[in-house]
């Protein structure tokens, strides 16, 4: 059985991220996305709108976003839609328009060639042998099975991270399944939407237009989220004036959304759990990139470091962002309790006025 130092699953940003700073190990990744930038294999549904954050972290790492991750069009506000109080504000936003799957695809393609990579590949199985190494399994497309041994593993999976359910198997966490259609050339203005609607959701939902087409999603509770999916949709296709009769496309997966210190998972036993594995999203906004970019390059840091209490210092490293995401719930309580909702958007804290020219 092949041995490497440390084995990364997953390679969104914090595996990308990790994979391509830590230096002198050998390094397996593995992920179920097809590398080449097309439509084939998993492509991780995600509104794709870089946050300012997000935007930080990549200058800290002297990254700049190349023209084939940027799409069309770039929207500096968003609508915010209230069907509780039938309000509507719009607030200024400075989110960079990308197609996630190629700002995946260029990410992955700057971890260096001696880290070995097994893309189009599903983590199916993790377990540890006697001499206490994780042995990681995994199959390809054509269903062919391996297995390969580590002392360290990295959960960089996702929200169904298979390394957090292996390492908590009995923990609870708070999440969602955010569902998304897209629709080609709908007769629409550019729009970028949030849509709040209590009976539907205590989370909310989104449209926003990328190149030809327009995507409405959003995060429901998971025991009946298609149904509400439909039913949201309903609503916002007579406010909006869309046809919403033609999708080309559905993608659904499960966001986390912690609300508490105990909704984090950073791992033990040589095992750590990064990015949204961990539970580091906001949950006032679902944005995650910052968060999964922040915490790979605090775990390269350590482990490039060479100091041997590595669980220690992740802990005490990833506090500030811990605390960051726990006092969300403070942003949220205005965001998503109905009576403090209608109270700031009546007020017009923070709008803008827009007029339209055309
Ligand atoms: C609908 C939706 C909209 C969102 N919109 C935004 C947004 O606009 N902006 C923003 O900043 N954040 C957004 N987020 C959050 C953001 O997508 C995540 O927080 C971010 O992608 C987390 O990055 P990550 O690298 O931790 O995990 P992911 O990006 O989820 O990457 C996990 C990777 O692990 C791989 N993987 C999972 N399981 C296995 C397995 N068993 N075997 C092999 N590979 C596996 C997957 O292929 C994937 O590539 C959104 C989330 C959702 C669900």
Same mark, same amino acid.
């Given at each position: 059985?092949?041995?490497?130092?440390?084995?990364?699953?997953?390679?969104g940003?914090?595996?990308?991220?990790?994979?391509?700073?830590?230096?002198?190990?050998?390094?397996?990744?593995?992920?179920?996305?097809?590398?080449?930038?097309?439509?084939?294999?998993?492509?991780k549904?995600?509104?794709?709108?870089?946050a300012?954050?997000?935007?930080?972290?990549?200058?800290?790492l002297?990254?700049?976003?190349?023209?084939?991750?940027?799409?069309?069009?770039?929207?500096?506000?968003?609508k915010t839609?209230?069907?509780?109080?039938?309000?509507?504000?719009?607030?200024?936003?400075?989110?960079?328009?990308?197609n996630?799957?190629?700002?995946?695809?260029?990410?992955?393609?700057?971890?260096?060639?001696?880290v070995?990579k097994?893309?189009?590949?599903?983590?199916?199985?993790?377990?540890?042998?006697t001499?206490?190494?994780?042995? /990681?399994?995994?199959?390809?497309?054509?269903?062919?099975?391996?297995?390969?041994?580590?002392d360290?593993?990295?959960?960089?999976?996702?929200?169904?991270?298979?390394?957090?359910?292996?390492?908590?198997?009995?923990?609870?966490?708070r999440?969602y399944?955010?569902?998304?259609?897209?629709?080609k050339?709908?007769?629409?203005?550019?729009?970028?939407?949030?849509?709040?609607?209590?009976t539907?959701?205590?989370?909310?939902?989104?449209?926003?237009?990328?190149d030809?087409?327009?995507?409405?999603?959003?995060?429901?509770?998971?025991?009946?989220?298609?149904t509400?999916?439909?039913?949201?949709?309903?609503?916002?296709?007579l406010?909006?004036? /869309?046809?919403?009769?033609?999708?080309?496309?559905?993608?659904?997966?499960?966001?986390?959304?912690?609300r508490?210190?105990?909704?984090?998972?950073?791992?033990?036993?040589?095992?750590?759990?990064?990015?949204?594995?961990?539970?580091?999203?906001?949950?006032?906004?679902?944005e995650?990139?910052?968060?999964?970019?922040k915490?790979a390059?605090?775990?390269?840091?350590?482990?490039?470091?060479?100091?041997?209490?590595?669980?220690?210092?992740?802990?005490?490293e990833?506090?500030?962002m811990?605390?960051?995401?726990?006092?969300?719930r403070?942003?949220?309580?205005?965001?998503?309790?109905?009576?403090?909702?209608?109270?700031?958007?009546?007020?017009?804290?923070?709008?803008?006025?827009?007029?339209?020219?055309?």
């Amino acid at each position: 059985m092949k041995y490497y130092n440390i084995i990364i699953i997953g390679l969104g940003p914090a595996g990308s991220i990790l994979a391509s700073s830590i230096k002198n190990k050998t390094i397996l990744v593995i992920d179920k996305k097809n590398p080449n930038n097309s439509n084939e294999g998993f492509h991780k549904p995600c509104g794709g709108l870089l946050a300012p954050d997000a935007q930080k972290v990549l200058a800290e790492l002297s990254l700049s976003i190349p023209k084939s991750v940027v799409v069309d069009p770039q929207i500096f506000s968003v609508k915010t839609i209230d069907f509780d109080h039938h309000l509507e504000r719009s607030y200024q936003r400075m989110y960079l328009n990308m197609n996630r799957h190629a700002f995946d695809c260029w990410l992955m393609s700057k971890i260096p060639n001696h880290v070995e990579k097994a893309t189009s590949c599903t983590v199916i199985k993790i377990d540890k042998n006697t001499e206490g190494q994780y042995v /990681v399994t995994y199959k390809n497309e054509k269903n062919e099975f391996f297995s390969c041994e580590a002392d360290m593993v990295v959960g960089a999976d996702g929200a169904s991270s298979i390394l957090r359910h292996y390492l908590y198997p009995k923990a609870k966490y708070r999440y969602y399944t955010a569902i998304q259609q897209w629709f080609k050339n709908v007769d629409i203005k550019p729009v970028y939407s949030c849509i709040f609607d209590s009976t539907i959701t205590d989370c909310y939902s989104w449209s926003i237009s990328k190149d030809d087409y327009l995507i409405f999603g959003g995060a429901y509770p998971s025991k009946n989220a298609r149904t509400l999916f439909e039913e949201q949709k309903k609503k916002v296709s007579l406010k909006l004036q /869309v046809d919403f009769s033609n999708a080309v496309k559905i993608e659904a997966c499960l966001v986390m959304r912690p609300r508490l210190m105990k909704h984090f998972f950073l791992g033990h036993d040589q095992a750590f759990l990064i990015g949204e594995a961990a539970g580091f999203v906001s949950p006032s906004s679902l944005e995650g990139i910052s968060y999964a970019i922040k915490s790979a390059m605090i775990l390269a840091h350590i482990i490039n470091g060479g100091n041997k209490s590595f669980h220690h210092q992740y802990q005490v490293e990833t506090r500030k962002m811990r605390m960051t995401l726990y006092l969300k719930r403070i942003k949220c309580l205005f965001i998503y309790h109905p009576i403090l909702r209608k109270w700031v958007m009546k007020s017009g804290i923070r709008s803008i006025k827009v007029n339209e020219i055309v």
